[in-house]
C-alpha cells in the first residue's frame, strides 16, 4: 500500500502526469483484461494462442529439453494460463519430467489457475509463486535445474526499449548458462490492425483503464469522478508504440486522503498509463544486446501477427 501511494503521489505530481500500467490489475481489473483478451479486436492472444495450439511441437523442440531429463518451467505474469495449458497438456501427454511455476503479481489470479489446473492437466506438478519477478527467480536460482522461462502476450512491450534491455539483462543474470527465455511479442503492424486492440468498440479497455482511478479512489481514498475521465488510445506505426492515457474532460481538483495532496488537472490533460511496443528483428536484437541472451529461433503465427523468440542464455 506504501509503494502503490508514493508511485501514485509521483506519478501525479509530475509532468505529464503518468500512473504505472502494474496497478491495473486488482480483482476488478483481472476481470476486465480477461474480458479484454476476448474481444474480436485484441489479436495479441489468439495471435500467441494459436502458435501453442499449432506449433506445440516446434516450440518444444526449441526448448532443447528432453523426457529424462528434469526441468522447471517458469512463467512470469502467469494471468489464466489459457495459452500455456496448450504447452503443459503436450508435455504431460509425452511425460516430460517437469515442475510449472507460474508467478504473478496477483494472487488471486494464482489461485484460479491453480484450481484450474488441478481439475484440467492433474497429473502437471504446479507451485505457484506470488511476488515479483526477480525475487522468485532468485528464491529458484538455488536450485540449479535447466530452467526454461515462459514471458508471452507481449508484456515485454508494456516497457519502453532502455527498461526492457535491463529487465532482459537481471533476467539473464538470475539464470545460468543455457537456459531458454521465450519471449512473445507483438510485431509492428498498420494502425488499422494495431488501434482496436487498445481502444475496443465494446468499451471493456476503456473501463480497464478507467478502473485504476477506481482503485486509487476505493485504497487510497481520492474523489476520482470517473464520468469526468476518458480512455483515449494512440498509435504511430512508425514508431511501433501503441500509447493508452487517461484524460480530464474538464478543469478539476482531486484530493487523495492517503497522500494528503489535492491534484490540478486541465481540461484535456492526460495522465499516460501504458505503452505497447511493438517489435521487429532489430529492436529485439537491440533490447537482447547486453543481456547474455543468444536469439536460437523465431516461430510467428499464421497470420504473421505475432512472434516467439526462443533465447538461450549463454
Given at each position: 500500500?506504501?509503494t502503490?501511494?508514493?508511485?501514485?503521489?509521483?506519478?501525479?505530481?509530475?509532468?505529464?502526469?503518468?500512473?504505472?500500467?502494474?496497478?491495473?490489475?486488482?480483482?476488478?481489473?483481472?476481470?476486465?483484461?480477461?474480458?479484454?483478451?476476448?474481444?474480436?479486436?485484441?489479436?495479441?492472444?489468439?495471435?500467441?494462442?494459436?502458435?501453442?495450439?499449432?506449433?506445440?511441437?516446434?516450440?518444444?523442440?526449441?526448448?532443447?529439453?528432453?523426457?529424462?531429463?528434469?526441468?522447471?518451467?517458469?512463467?512470469?505474469?502467469?494471468?489464466?494460463?489459457?495459452?500455456?495449458?496448450?504447452?503443459?497438456?503436450?508435455?504431460a501427454?509425452?511425460?516430460?519430467?517437469?515442475?510449472?511455476?507460474?508467478?504473478?503479481?496477483?494472487?488471486?489470479?494464482?489461485?484460479?489457475?491453480?484450481?484450474?489446473?488441478?481439475?484440467?492437466?492433474?497429473?502437471v506438478?504446479?507451485?505457484?509463486?506470488?511476488?515479483?519477478?526477480?525475487?522468485?527467480?532468485?528464491?529458484?536460482?538455488?536450485?540449479?535445474?535447466?530452467?526454461?522461462?515462459?514471458?508471452?502476450?507481449?508484456?515485454?512491450?508494456?516497457?519502453?526499449?532502455?527498461?526492457?534491455?535491463?529487465?532482459?539483462?537481471?533476467?539473464?543474470?538470475?539464470?545460468?548458462?543455457?537456459?531458454k527465455?521465450?519471449?512473445?511479442?507483438?510485431?509492428?503492424?498498420?494502425?488499422?490492425?494495431?488501434?482496436?486492440?487498445?481502444?475496443?468498440?465494446?468499451?471493456?479497455?476503456?473501463?480497464?483503464?478507467?478502473?485504476?482511478?477506481?482503485?486509487?479512489?476505493?485504497?487510497?481514498?481520492?474523489?476520482f469522478?470517473?464520468d469526468?475521465?476518458?480512455h483515449?488510445?494512440?498509435y504511430?506505426?512508425?514508431?511501433?508504440?501503441?500509447?493508452?492515457?487517461?484524460?480530464?474532460?474538464?478543469?478539476?481538483?482531486?484530493?487523495?486522503?492517503?497522500?494528503?495532496?489535492?491534484?490540478?488537472?486541465?481540461?484535456?490533460?492526460?495522465i499516460?498509463?501504458?505503452?505497447?511496443?511493438?517489435?521487429?528483428?532489430?529492436?529485439?536484437?537491440?533490447?537482447?544486446?547486453?543481456?547474455?541472451?543468444?536469439?536460437?529461433?523465431?516461430?510467428?503465427?499464421?497470420?504473421?501477427?505475432?512472434?516467439?523468440?526462443?533465447?538461450?542464455?549463454?
Amino acid at each position: 500500500m506504501e509503494t502503490f501511494k508514493n508511485d501514485v503521489d509521483s506519478g501525479l505530481s509530475s509532468n505529464p502526469k503518468s500512473l504505472s500500467s502494474k496497478y491495473f490489475y486488482d480483482k476488478k481489473g483481472d476481470a476486465l483484461f480477461a474480458e479484454i483478451m476476448n474481444l474480436p479486436e485484441y489479436y495479441l492472444t489468439r495471435c500467441e494462442l494459436d502458435i501453442f495450439q499449432n506449433k506445440t511441437g516446434e516450440l518444444i523442440e526449441a526448448f532443447g529439453v528432453n523426457s529424462e531429463t528434469y526441468f522447471e518451467l517458469i512463467e512470469l505474469g502467469a494471468g489464466d494460463g489459457t495459452k500455456t495449458k496448450e504447452l503443459l497438456r503436450a508435455l504431460a501427454a509425452q511425460n516430460y519430467s517437469f515442475d510449472y511455476f507460474p508467478i504473478d503479481i496477483s494472487s488471486n489470479v494464482l489461485e484460479v489457475l491453480e484450481k484450474d489446473l488441478m481439475k484440467e492437466l492433474p497429473t502437471v506438478s504446479v507451485q505457484t509463486k506470488q511476488g515479483d519477478y526477480f525475487d522468485v527467480l532468485a528464491s529458484l536460482k538455488t536450485s540449479n535445474k535447466p530452467k526454461v522461462i515462459l514471458f508471452l502476450g507481449s508484456n515485454i512491450g508494456n516497457m519502453n526499449d532502455d527498461l526492457a534491455a535491463d529487465f532482459l539483462h537481471n533476467l539473464g543474470a538470475n539464470l545460468s548458462s543455457g537456459d531458454k527465455l521465450l519471449l512473445g511479442v507483438d510485431i509492428i503492424k498498420p494502425q488499422e490492425i494495431v488501434l482496436p486492440a487498445y481502444d475496443d468498440s465494446k468499451g471493456v479497455t476503456a473501463k480497464f483503464n478507467l478502473n485504476l482511478l477506481e482503485r486509487i479512489n476505493n485504497e487510497l481514498g481520492a474523489n476520482f469522478d470517473l464520468d469526468n475521465f476518458q480512455h483515449q488510445a494512440e498509435y504511430n506505426q512508425d514508431e511501433g508504440i501503441a500509447k493508452s492515457f487517461i484524460v480530464s474532460t474538464e478543469e478539476q481538483i482531486v484530493s487523495i486522503e492517503a497522500t494528503g495532496k489535492s491534484y490540478h488537472f486541465g481540461k484535456g490533460e492526460k495522465i499516460h498509463t501504458e505503452i505497447s511496443r511493438k517489435y521487429n528483428d532489430e529492436l529485439i536484437e537491440k533490447i537482447t544486446a547486453n543481456s547474455q541472451f543468444m536469439q536460437h529461433q523465431k516461430i510467428v503465427d499464421s497470420k504473421s501477427y505475432f512472434a516467439d523468440y526462443i533465447l538461450i542464455r549463454d
